[in-house]
């Protein structure tokens, strides 16, 4: 094994703010030992039980990792992966499940100073191959089956260096191309910690700027990005979340979204990993979260609409499970696309009357920009949305600064080049704030059209100007300073009388009982595009012969003036969406299926 030395620091018990770490160690995995050593017996995870199985009142059995547990054995994972030569700035892929496992890598990398590379697994082979190209992982750590993709693939052959396998037995290790078990990375960092450390805390001195990981996008667009954070991002996301919710240590989540729960231990929250497939969170069993958000007592739960719409029709009003409640749910908050007026109403049916759902807006590349809590859209916001004004996405999260610029599609080379925009006019949402990330990872091009430099922001120094987050959203400012969202600006369909947003003709249409969701796209070269609604009926509903659902829909449009010149419509049986949320409609390949059959 090589050795490699990295410089390390005691940490002391406490909860520290981003202030507090500036001076020393800025990385989020600097909350945990403080968090450890002031709670070490609460349970920061429950994970289902290795092998499944119920326990004796019937229930899916869980196990569970305390604070003090999961400090411990991602400080013996950081040793060791620094003894194997995975330290300060080594690109790391991991695919590795959810569970006790993918938290205790996850910090042991962060505290070691690694890079990991998260990658969706849903999003394909193909694009799969391309994204760990780009991102050249020197190390690959994953459970038997991606070391199988890994080898059979060719997925890093010129990068990877060092191989970590995640279960399955030594002979199998053998066959996928060598390395070492988890076990074994534990054992060299107890060896480690004896030698070298003692036996006290530690995390790699990493500063503000330096790089912390490669989060992908969910690729609803196109080919994922990678997107760099560095250190600062995460603990400022971490306080903007806290602040913005008001989550305190102690509460229980249960985050349907994985990359989510990397938040919880810092947050002082303990994590419920629900039994699902994460690449499909439509089809979560509505029952087993009802269960774990009342044997755990969950306060907060993070899930995309699609888990909500999935929940909301088994609990709510004519579901199987009408009546079910969720009592102990404070707040749920719900990421990845808009959240339906409907689906909302549903499920909240099922808490109580303090609860809140709240949508906040962001993305991989800026989180969060803006939130809005249910009791505030649901009011006349929405009304509004039903008549085409796009959705309220709400106040912008301080200390964010949220602009609205002119449309374009070419690359803007300083923000004094930028446009704003009148308030009520809609245009491109461009942001500025603790969590804006500045580049993409080997795609220079890519960061060049979602970048502004600016010179003149606050915390820009002469030659090294600030960098404004081009959102890739339209939308517009009201007279109360909320934000409304409009749509991507790649889905804007451009006719000959002028530009529709996706968002703001979706919404006329959606407000039909038989309608469940629809999509706008442009047929044609944009400029001269003829304007189509497909049509996903909503399930169960002994709904109208397509004829009169298709006259019904004219005569809604009919009565707004930008729906007014939308006539033609076509049935999907079911929208192509996202992997990680099951909610971002590819309104890319709806487009290509319309073209076909018009």
């Known amino acids: 094994m090589k050795s490699v030395t990295s410089k390390v620091e005691p940490l002391t018990?406490?909860?520290?703010?981003?202030?507090?770490?500036?001076?020393?160690?800025?990385?989020?995995a600097a909350f945990l030992p403080g968090l450890a050593a002031r709670q070490p017996d609460l349970p920061a995870i429950h994970f289902p039980a290795a092998g499944g199985g119920t326990d004796a009142e019937g229930q899916p059995a869980y196990a569970h990792c305390t604070y003090a547990e999961l400090d411990r054995e991602s400080d013996r994972i950081a040793r060791g992966l620094t003894?194997?030569?995975?330290?300060?700035?080594?690109?790391?892929?991991?695919?590795?499940?959810?569970?006790?496992?993918?938290?205790e890598l996850t910090f042991g990398l962060f505290k070691a100073g690694a890079v990991p590379v998260m990658i969706d697994p849903g999003i394909g082979l193909r694009h799969l191959k391309t994204c760990l190209a780009e991102a050249r992982p020197e190390a690959f750590i994953g459970i038997p089956a991606a070391h199988a993709a890994r080898r059979l693939l060719g997925w890093g052959r010129e990068s990877v260096r060092t191989l970590v396998h995640v279960g399955g037995p030594s002979w199998l290790r053998g066959l996928l191309g060598g390395g070492v078990s988890l076990e074994q990375v534990k054992a060299a960092g107890d060896a480690a910690g004896a030698d070298a450390h003692g036996s006290g805390a530690f995390v790699a001195a990493t500063g503000g700027d330096d790089v912390a990981a490669i989060l992908f996008t969910s690729g609803s667009t196109g080919v994922p990005k990678g997107v760099v954070y560095a250190h600062r991002h995460f603990v400022e996301q971490v306080e903007m979340i806290r602040d913005a919710y008001g989550i305190e240590p102690g509460e229980v989540d249960l985050p349907t979204f994985p990359l989510f729960a990397l938040f919880d231990p810092a947050l002082g929250m303990t994590t419920v990993i629900p039994r699902m497939d994460f690449t499909r969170p439509a089809r979560v069993d509505p029952r087993h979260i009802v269960a774990l958000v009342r044997r755990f007592g969950v306060t907060n739960m993070f899930g995309s609409p699609a888990v909500l719409n999935t929940v909301g029709r088994y609990g709510g009003p004519g579901g199987p499970g009408a009546g079910e409640t969720l009592p102990t749910l404070r707040r749920v908050i719900s990421a990845g696309a808009?959240?339906?007026?409907?689906?909302?109403?549903?499920?909240?049916?099922?808490?109580g009357p303090d609860a809140r759902v709240h949508t906040p807006y962001g993305a991989t590349e800026n989180l969060p920009v803006a939130t809005i809590a249910s009791d505030v859209l649901l009011g006349e916001a929405w009304a509004k949305t039903n008549e085409g004004a796009g959705v309220c996405v709400g106040l912008p999260v301080p200390p964010n600064d949220v602009r609205v610029i002119a449309i374009t599609d070419d690359a803007i080379d300083r923000w004094e080049l930028a446009v704003e925009v009148a308030t009520g006019e809609v245009g491109e949402i461009v942001?500025?704030?603790?969590?804006?990330?500045?580049?993409?990872?080997?795609?220079?091009?890519?960061t060049k059209l979602a970048k502004i430099p600016d010179e003149r922001a606050p915390g820009a120094a002469p030659g090294r100007p600030r960098l404004r987050h081009r959102m890739g959203d339209v939308g517009y400012f009201d007279a109360q300073g909320r934000l409304w969202f409009c749509g991507r600006k790649a889905h804007r369909?451009?006719?000959?009388?002028?530009?529709?947003?996706t968002i703001c003709c979706e919404a006329v249409f959606n407000t039909h009982p038989s309608v469940f969701r629809t999509a706008l796209v442009g047929l044609g070269a944009p400029g001269a595009q003829r304007p189509l609604i497909c049509v996903e009926r909503e399930p169960g509903l002994k709904a109208p012969k397509w004829?009169?659902?298709?006259?019904?829909?004219?005569?809604l449009g009919a009565r707004h003036a930008h729906t007014a010149g939308i006539v033609d419509f076509l049935e999907h049986r079911g929208f192509p969406v996202d992997i990680r949320h099951n909610a971002k409609i590819n309104r890319e390949l709806l487009a290509r299926w319309a073209e076909e059959r018009v």
Do not use: C, Q, W
Not at 83 to 103: I, Q
Not at 338 to 351: C, I, K, Q, W, Y
Not at 494 to 500: H, K, N
């Open 13 to 28: 018990p406490g909860i520290p703010r981003a202030a507090d770490v500036a001076s020393r160690i800025v990385n989020i």
């Open 83 to 103: 003894v194997l030569g995975v330290g300060r700035g080594v690109h790391t892929a991991m695919m590795v499940k959810p569970g006790r496992a993918f938290f």
């Open 338 to 351: 808009p959240v339906p007026g409907p689906v909302m109403e549903r499920f909240l049916t099922m808490l």
């Open 431 to 446: 942001v500025l704030g603790p969590t804006t990330t500045e580049a993409y990872f080997g795609r220079d091009a890519s």
């Open 493 to 501: 369909v451009r006719t000959p009388e002028g530009t529709l947003f």
């Open 547 to 555: 004829a009169t659902l298709v006259s019904e829909l004219r005569a």
